[in-house]
T-cell receptor, first 115, second 116 residues
Framework: KAGVTQTPRYLIKTRGQQVTLSCSPI?????VSWYQQTPGQGLQFLFE???????NKGNFPGRFSGRQFSNSRSEMNVSTLELGDSALYLC??????????????FGPGTRLTVT | AQSVAQPEDQVNVAEGNPLTVKCTYS??????LFWYVQYPNRGLQFLLK??????LVKGSYGFEAEFNKSQTSFHLKKPSALVSDSALYFC??????????????FGKGTTLSVSS
């Protein structure tokens, strides 16, 4: 079974631009979560989608948004990029939501650099 | 609020020796606990989890972890370290009462370095 895939793997953007990252979960997984990883803040939860609905949201500004499609694929968008948005963005999929005992499986991440 | 602490930024061990990576948590009630490993330029790989039952949990690649409720700890262990175990290790917790979703709260990570 194929793992979680994320595209693109690397991205360089200029401050003020917007960016869209894509994630395809493991087949059969309906929950997709997004995390931001930086050296200073570590791994931080952004949001989770299940059945095209946002189930949970972390403490990030409204510039960070996401959506999920009927095939469970998910995208996250960051508008008006700031230098501090430079990070590794990780997508994780899980069998279900509201089932906290299930582990999440992570993709390789998208490395975003904002200049 | 839920939190996870990994008190050591780095753990150094010689190949063949046992290793321990420490994790303590703060959650009301019985937590769900996870260990993940991250290799350079890679995503996180799931190692093991504790949900309920036996306090000693066995996972991938020979790793195991011991849940200790009284000490609120979930230390990762391996009897004999390999050079290939060198990586960044994360402990994570989820509050089982959180029915809103499956968000994980991660520790800061511990770099494990195994020397030959």
């Amino acid at each position: 079974k194929a793992g979680v895939t994320q595209t693109p793997r690397y991205l360089i953007k200029t401050r003020g631009q917007q960016v869209t990252l894509s994630c395809s979960p493991i087949s059969g997984h309906r929950s997709v979560s997004w995390y931001q990883q930086t050296p200073g803040q570590g791994l931080q939860f952004l949001f989770e989608y299940f059945s095209e609905t946002q189930r949970n949201k972390g403490n990030f500004p409204g510039r960070f948004s996401g959506r999920q499609f009927s095939n469970s694929r998910s995208e996250m968008n960051v508008s008006t990029l700031e230098l501090g948005d430079s990070a590794l963005y990780l997508c994780a999929s899980s069998l279900g939501s509201g089932l906290p005992g299930y582990e999440q499986y992570f993709g390789p991440g998208t490395r975003l650099t904002v200049t | 609020a839920q939190s996870v602490a990994q008190p050591e930024d780095q753990v150094n061990v010689a190949e063949g020796n046992p290793l321990t990576v420490k994790c303590t948590y703060s959650v009301s009630g019985n937590p769900y606990l996870f260990w993940y490993v991250q290799y350079p330029n890679r995503g996180l790989q799931f190692l093991l989890k504790y949900i309920t039952g036996d306090n000693l949990v066995k996972g991938s690649y020979g790793f195991e972890a011991e849940f200790n409720k009284s000490q609120t700890s979930f230390h990762l262990k391996k009897p004999s370290a390999l050079v290939s175990d060198s990586a960044l290790y994360f402990c994570a917790v989820r509050d089982p009462r959180d029915q809103a979703g499956t968000a994980l709260i991660f520790g800061k990570g511990t770099t494990l370095s195994v020397s030959s």
